[in-house]
């Protein structure tokens, strides 16, 4: 009988297959791998296995005369840069075996280059293998090149994550005009749902070819017979793609066990991604700190307060960040599931549940208090073990989950949060009653900077809970995907009427924008400042 435990443990086995070759190498990642590997165990798990040093994937990277063997870990196909890179480090370091896993499928390679049949062996990795020895020096070393899908990341028990395809995103009318301006007038597609596969930019062939790879890699190692069901453009050309793999059909005929998987576009449901309505302590904590670098699934939580340093401009540089994935304490885990599923209020308490459990165990002098917790309670709790290294080790993945609550509960921008939850609201109602441009309007008197002028003309607001862009921008994304729902109107006014509305809008934003000292992760890549 088929089991979570048959799809969670899959991205283990496969990293399985990585730490057997890391013995005595230096390992050179990439950083979707390397996120990967975080929900695994992290670097520790390379070291564990005898890896020597861990590097990040870069032509600025080298190693000495003493480390003969490396071993490459990259999300990509081994063409353009990628093969730049790895060229770059062999020549620049005196290695006499590498080893360079890639999660891309030679089947995709294959693709890449243009090849439409499937061809005996690996045609692809056998080059590449010939042109490692040669950058090598020698043609009598060795070199080994293979496949391994690590792009799953398993974040719980009940939840992979594929930080690898965090990019991917559902075609938009854009992508339509772009598709079709490559394509005879009498061949045009009306609409997105006629976009067939082929059709699409060859980066996105390969990024769906890899994603429905992957995908069977890990239904053919839990023995699953899968059936598809999509809900959107994309999801209907994954789901395709899928079913159309070479080694599915094989499967589907011996597999023992069965599964039903859904394939949604995002863009299906686009007010569930931007919404406010969430209340779970998990949503709230990747929402208000700041993504640990290079990573999508992951925050930064700071540690200043299990060190006696003082808190300083410098400090955080100074100081490692905690994070999320805590793979090495049970208990850390438990806990992380019960912030993850539960409602903020459980999640709250069972934090704190948790602190003092393990300040109870390690004797620390905690005061117990019934009342209602608070983000200075909790970090009350987590200082107490700042006077035991032993205890703090022991305990540091509750720590880490720990201040990451009291973080978040404390975070100048929550009070926005339930500012927005009460404006979505109000537009919602707004939508059944009023045209699209009514309810629109009802956002201009949010689009003023913070600290400036409040809407009465009588003294400076005071920021907290005024909406920053990012609320803004998520605020409109939330209206413009429920504009279907609105009351009709004369259409012909109603556009004349949009337009100079979004233009009024456009102004004003763009002066919120240039108003702020420092630009979000968001809006800098949104601006590609």
């Known amino acids: 009988m088929l089991t979570t435990e048959d799809f969670t443990h899959f991205p283990l086995r496969m990293w ?21 590997l975080h929900w695994i165990g992290g670097a520790a798990a390379l070291f564990e296995a005898g890896a020597r040093n861990l590097k990040q994937f870069s032509s600025f ?12 870990v990259v999300s990509t196909l081994l063409k353009g840069r990628t093969v730049d890179i790895i060229k770059d480090i062999i020549s620049l370091s005196h290695f006499q075996y590498c080893v360079v896993f890639t999660t891309v499928a030679h089947s995709v390679h294959l693709l890449a280059n243009n090849v439409a049949t499937e061809l005996e062996g690996k045609l692809v990795f056998e080059q590449f293998e010939e042109k490692l020895c040669e950058w090598m020096g020698n043609m009598n070393y060795t070199a080994e090149v293979m496949h391994v899908p690590v792009v799953f990341a398993p974040v719980t028990q009940r939840l992979l994550l594929t930080p690898t395809f965090a990019d991917l995103f559902p075609l938009l009318s854009p992508d339509l ?26 980066e996105l062939q390969i990024e769906i070819k890899s994603l429905a790879s992957a995908l069977n890699s890990m239904f053919e190692a839990s023995g699953t017979r899968e059936e598809s069901f999509a809900v959107g453009p994309m999801s209907r050309l994954i789901a395709g793609e899928l079913a159309k793999h070479p080694q599915a059909k094989n499967r589907r005929k011996t597999a023992p066990n069965k599964a039903s998987v859904i394939f949604v576009d995002r863009t299906m449901d686009i007010t569930g991604a931007v919404g406010h309505h969430g209340d779970n302590l998990v949503e709230k904590i990747l929402t208000v700190l700041k993504p640990l670098p290079g990573h999508v699934t992951d925050v930064q939580v700071d540690m200043l307060e299990l060190t006696s340093l003082q808190r300083t401009p410098n400090s955080q540089t100074t100081l490692a960040p905690g ?3 805590q ?5 850390a885990r438990s806990l992380w599931e019960a912030m993850l599923t539960s409602k903020q209020k459980d999640g709250v308490m069972e934090v704190r549940r948790q602190l003092v459990e393990a300040a109870s165990k390690e004797n620390l002098p905690i005061k117990l208090s019934m009342d209602r917790v608070t983000p200075k309670q909790l970090c009350s709790y987590i200082q107490l073990f700042r006077s035991s290294w032993g205890a703090l080790e022991s305990h540091c993945g509750v720590l880490q989950l720990g201040l990451a609550t009291a973080q978040t509960l404390r975070h100048p921008s929550l009070p926005r949060w339930d500012a927005c939850l009460a404006f979505e609201r109000l537009l919602l109602q707004a939508l059944g009653d009023s045209n699209f441009p009514a309810v629109l309007r009802q956002l201009l008197p949010l689009m003023k900077p913070r600290g400036g002028k409040d809407s009465t003309g009588m003294g400076l607001r005071s920021g ?6 990012d609320e803004l921008i998520l605020l409109l994304v939330y209206l413009y995907s429920l504009a279907e729902e609105t009351q009709p109107a004369d259409q012909d006014v109603e556009e004349e009427e949009l337009e100079k509305l979004e233009r009024e809008l456009i102004g004003a934003l763009t002066l919120v924008i240039t108003q702020e000292k420092e630009l979000s992760p968001l809006l800098q890549k949104l601006t590609g400042e």
């Open 16 to 36: 399985e297959k990585v730490l057997s070759k890391v013995k005595k190498a230096v390992v050179f990642m990439d950083e979707q791998c390397a996120e990967a």
């Open 177 to 202: 005009h772009s598709i079709n301006a490559k394509r005879p007038e009498k061949k045009r597609f009306g609409s997105l749902v006629d976009v067939d596969f082929h059709s699409l930019p060859p």
């Open 464 to 469: 907290e809970e005024d909406c920053g862009p």
């Open 323 to 325: 994070c999320l994935a």
């Open 327 to 331: 793979t090495q304490s049970s208990t």
């Open 61 to 72: 990277e080298a190693c000495g005369v003493n480390e003969p063997k490396a071993v490459f």
